[in-house]
């Protein structure tokens, strides 16, 4: 379920205010099926925070609404832990950022951040306690509505759900990332008596918020608009637009930005200072990231505190400091406008480190501007008399000292935006309140030491090399009811002595990879206890949610315990244990066999003595002669495939990048089940080889490839030794499944074959796999792609892709027809970044098809995803009556093969593009010309499946001038640029020439220059 923080930060007396925010939060929840977190930050005096947990303990409750009312001690704690586990330098300097003791709206609302981030949740929506909500026919206007929206959808998905939009089309594809709307009431800053005072005072003091190199026709549109929000105009129906949102439009009592943006830079912690708190507005803009403005504004007014006379010289110093920060900003933002899309990497994502970098720069902006700008503010103050000359009196012995906090202001922000990145990362394994964590101790295991195994040295590398989300693992366990906590914390540490691999570290001096496992004899590890009043209305999404964020963190190899344990209680009585596990000692299957043996445990069985080989024995058994044959084969059998077969599955325009954000998209279907159960009836296959040949089946047909080439995954516990091994055995099989056969029943009869080779050689040597992979992709001259996964989990007991919600459950239950499931379901989910094109996990086969695809974007629209799945359900349908001919595969499933256009051609079984390849070559050698032909093909050759026309041959000329170039320099340089460029392959040979031709774009032109040096360039000797 989708979780979003609504946040009121208060320092002062605001029931009604929590109490209306509240009845939004319940609307969010109610309307859009969320959880809503209300986050009440609360820096009020004791008797004010008693009275604020008063009215929250009167609230009613609603399902899918979680208040968390923090006093400022509980904030401290929260914060102390963040910095701790961050390890960022200089801790009590950034705690004092995040919690200062002066008024600062960029810190509390930074604070609301990490807890966001700790919580879960997508997005934070910020309120304020000196606002309320508009109405419209005696119901309260909600900008919650328009938020919850759109906020994190692409911008091109939005365009119709607004009533207009005026964003840029080349911004289509980006996400929302603001929502916002402004206000109406009161100005936003208390400048209106100064207006009324005199006009010509108030346009010099407003006008030194302005740059002062803006024309004056913006600059005086500017001071007559400043403050004033959305004017008076009452609400009366919805206008929402879609554009790149200005900060002038919208306020920070009014907001939401997605977590894409407050996760990677901070708001300016300033303390006494108005304004600083709309950076990120700022960045939004100037980063061209999509934004809905909305007309749901929020009504402001002054509080008595602010009327009063310590309220007015309080809040004349915050003013004060606002216009001291204008040029230090008005810097930032010139720099940030001027960087444009250069804000945002290749991912989208916002660069933090160019933005610290221009705040840092602002530090450098003349003092004497605003010692000028101080001296005006005097001059104004004592010229409207009254009570501003006490202003002026109380702000004049400050002048140096505010001078110098304007520049250190921003210096702090630096510092605290390159910390940032740590402090939001650790807030994310940072427990809720009620969390307390134990330390269990255990002894009288066996101390060992050897060798680490293969599998142990594949996933290792992977740990080193992978983001840790992306690689580690995680499940979740139901606890029987009944159950004690000491109970089960028990039954852990009878685990931990029992399996070698859960008292194994991995040794090694930094920068390189271990090659020796450790066991310890003893030892500790952690379990932390989060008790609940009462869990959220999913409750085992919510453990799933734990247990995934646990996976976010980096296991340390020599030290860390290699499970991360949170046991989820309700009222004292643990519900659920939430594991993330080290790849490096744990595949999905060994947390299956730990499930298994730890309910066992809890239900008072004795466990017989493991009978299965450990990690060590492993080792030992690979490093025999008959070991290290099976090794060696395995990889004679991977470089077959890798010199022979397509270097992408999804060579085509448009496929780019090395790591893609793709969304998970899940079918349903017990019409897909059936069909599965008739084909294998029909052919007497397996089920599982029957959609792993359909899924080929299709994929090929999509890719426009004779082969289906694809990492599949196998747990290698065919051998009873390794059946319940704790242990990581699971490594990729490479299968090969040539579909260039007539039909699928000829086609399955192949895949059978096919599989069992690639599970039969699918335990090797991961480091010297690479190195051959190495050096035959150079030899070749392509790169191997691992775009197309298939993982078929659905035959292991209690996989951890099997946690079902609560609301799945209801649904599934909730009529005799629909027990089993539905007939065909597709529902999308988040998305995540992956190293693959296509990646497939098949969680279930019976009595329902559930199987999960992460598409690249690029490559499938959101209707060509659910399209090729649903032509999947179709595939099984039809061959579960008849044998289907594969060349009717479009007719049959609908789906069509990739259009690669006449510039594409065969190239050594690869499909290229040899204008791209020249493109690549070029920038790779710094803009030399390169042109690239791919000559014709030889006339047919026969191979053992027939008649097959010999592929192109590619050959590059290279203009290199006066530079000192050879094939094999050129041909290491296009090699380098090769990842992320599944469409181009390496030329078979470069010719190499002094200059040019004038018709550079004709082959015929090329051949007439003189040749300087020409070769393979495959030679790493040759320079």
Excluded at 874 to 880: F, G, I, N, Q, V
């Amino acid at each position: 379920m989708r979780r979003v923080c609504l946040t009121l930060p208060t320092h002062r007396a605001c029931a009604a205010t929590v109490r209306a925010v509240a009845e939004e939060a319940a609307y969010g929840a109610r309307a859009f099926g969320v959880e809503v977190l209300l986050l009440v930050l609360d820096s009020s005096d004791a008797e004010i925070v008693a009275e604020h947990r008063a009215v929250i303990a009167s609230l009613p409750v609603v399902p899918g609404v979680v208040v968390h009312h923090l006093d400022e001690d509980e904030q401290r704690d929260f914060l102390r832990e963040v910095i701790a586990r961050s390890g960022v330098p200089a801790p009590d300097r950034v705690l004092r950022l995040m919690l200062p003791d002066r008024v600062s709206y960029g810190a509390c609302t930074n604070r609301a951040f990490l807890l966001a981030e700790a919580l879960g949740c997508t997005s934070v929506h910020r309120r304020d306690s000196d606002s309320r909500y508009q109405y419209l026919d005696g119901e309260p206007v909600f900008p919650l509505h328009h938020e919850l929206t759109a906020l994190g959808l692409r911008a091109a998905d939005v365009a119709g759900l607004v009533s207009r939009s005026r964003l840029d089309p080349a911004c289509a594809d980006r996400p929302v990332s603001l929502v916002g709307g402004s206000f109406v009431g009161e100005m936003s800053v208390d400048v209106e008596e100064i207006r009324r005072i005199d006009p010509g005072i108030y346009e010099d003091v407003v006008g030194l918020s302005v740059p002062s190199d803006y024309p004056e026709i913006w600059r005086r549109n500017l001071i007559a608009e400043s403050f004033r929000g959305a004017g008076t105009a009452a609400y009366t129906a919805d206008r929402t637009t879609l554009m790149s949102v200005s900060p002038t439009r919208v306020d920070m009592c009014n907001i939401a930005f997605d977590r894409e943006v407050y996760g990677r830079v901070p708001l300016p912690p300033a303390t006494d200072t108005i304004g600083s708190d709309y950076f990120l507005i700022h960045l939004v803009q100037d980063a061209r990231l999509p934004g809905v403005l909305h007309n749901r504004h929020i009504v402001n007014f002054h509080t008595d505190e602010r009327r009063s006379d310590a309220g007015f010289l309080a809040y004349q110093l915050r003013f004060a400091k606002y216009l001291l920060s204008t040029p230090h900003f008005a810097s930032v933002y010139s720099a940030m406008t001027e960087a444009g899309d250069a804000l945002l990497d290749a991912e989208g994502h916002v660069r933090a480190s160019v933005v610290s970098g221009f705040v840092r720069n602002s530090t450098r902006v003349d003092r004497s501007a605003n010692a000028e700008r101080l001296a005006v503010l005097d001059r104004s103050y004592r010229a409207l008399g009254g009570r501003y000359t006490g202003a002026a009196d109380a702000l004049a012995p400050l002048r140096e000292q505010l001078l110098d906090e304007a520049r250190q202001d921003m210096e702090e922000f630096a510092l605290l935006t390159d910390a940032w990145e740590s402090l939001t990362r650790a807030s994310r394994t940072v427990p809720p309140r009620n969390a307390r964590t134990l330390t269990v101790a255990y002894a009288g295991g066996e101390e060992r030491r050897g060798p680490v195994s293969m599998g142990q040295a594949n996933m290792i590398r992977c740990m080193l090399r992978d983001e840790p989300d992306h690689i580690n693992i995680h499940d979740v366990w139901p606890v029987p009811e009944g159950t004690r906590t000491e109970s089960a914390i028990e039954a852990l540490r009878a685990l931990a002595v029992r399996h070698e691999a859960l008292r194994t570290t991995f040794p090694h001096a930094a920068g390189s990879a271990p090659r020796e496992q450790v066991v310890a004899a003893e030892g500790t590890f952690t379990v932390t206890v989060l008790d609940h009043d009462d869990l959220p209305d999913d409750p085992t999404g919510y453990a799933e949610s734990l247990a995934r964020r646990a996976r976010a963190e980096r296991f340390a190899l020599d030290r860390d315990f290699p499970l991360r344990i949170s046991l989820v209680a309700r009222s004292g009585a643990p519900v659920f244990v939430a594991v993330a596990a080290s790849h490096a000692v744990t595949d999905v299957s060994a947390l299956a066999v730990l499930k298994e043996e730890w309910l066992s445990l809890l239900a008072g069985e004795t466990l017989p003595p493991p009978a299965s080989l450990t990690p060590l024995g492993l080792a030992a058994e690979e490093a025999t002669p008959a070991g290290l044959r099976r090794s060696e084969a395995s990889l004679r059998y991977w470089e077959r495939i890798i010199r022979t077969g397509p270097q992408a599955m999804f060579a085509e325009p448009g496929a780019e990048g090395t790591d893609v954000r793709t969304p998970q998209l899940t079918l349903r279907s017990r019409r897909a089940a059936r069909a599965l159960a008739l084909v294998a009836e029909r052919t007497g296959g397996m089920p599982s080889t029957v959609l792993l040949t359909a899924w080929c089946a299709l994929v090929a047909h999509r890719t426009d490839q004779p082969a289906c080439v694809a990492a599949v995954p196998t747990s290698n516990r065919y051998h009873p030794r390794l059946t319940r091994s704790v242990n990581t055995l699971s490594q990729d099989a490479l299968l090969a499944l040539d579909v260039r056969v007539p039909t699928f029943d000829a086609l399955l009869k192949k895949a059978w074959g096919a599989a069992l080779n690639a599970y039969r050689h699918s335990r090797f040597d991961a480091v010297a796999l690479w190195e051959m992979i190495g050096r035959t992709t150079h030899e070749r001259g392509s790169r191997f792609a691992r775009d197309v996964v298939f993982n078929d989990v659905s035959t292991l007991p209690a996989t951890v892709t099997t946690v079902t919600s609560a609301a799945e459950e209801a649904a599934a239950a909730a009529t005799p027809e629909t027990a089993n499931g539905p007939d065909l379901e597709l529902s999308w989910g988040p998305d995540q970044v992956l190293p693959t094109r296509v990646l497939t996990f098949v969680h279930a086969i019976r009595p329902v098809l559930h199987l999960s695809t992460w598409s690249d974007p690029a490559l499938f629209k959101r209707d060509e995803a659910e399209a090729f799945l649903t032509g999947l359900v179709r595939l099984l349908e039809a061959a579960a009556t008849d044998d289907v001919p594969l060349a009717s595969l479009t007719e049959v499933t609908g789906v069509r093969p990739v259009e690669r256009g006449p510039r594409w051609c065969r190239v050594d079984g690869s499909w290229t593009s040899p204008p791209l390849v020249a493109q690549a070559l070029s920038e790779a050698l710094e803009g030399l010309s390169v042109h690239v032909t791919a000559d014709a093909a030889t006339p047919d050759a026969t191979t053992p499946d027939g008649p097959t026309p010999k592929d192109a041959i590619l050959t590059a000329y290279i203009a290199a001038g006066d530079t000192p170039l050879t094939p094999a320099r050129a041909h290491t340089a296009l090699m380098d640029a090769l990842p992320g460029r599944p469409g181009v392959l390496a030329p078979r040979r470069y010719v190499i020439v002094q200059n040019p031709p004038t018709e550079a774009d004709r082959t015929s032109a090329w051949l007439r220059q003189q040749i300087l040096r020409e070769g393979t360039g495959r030679d790493r000797d040759v320079t």
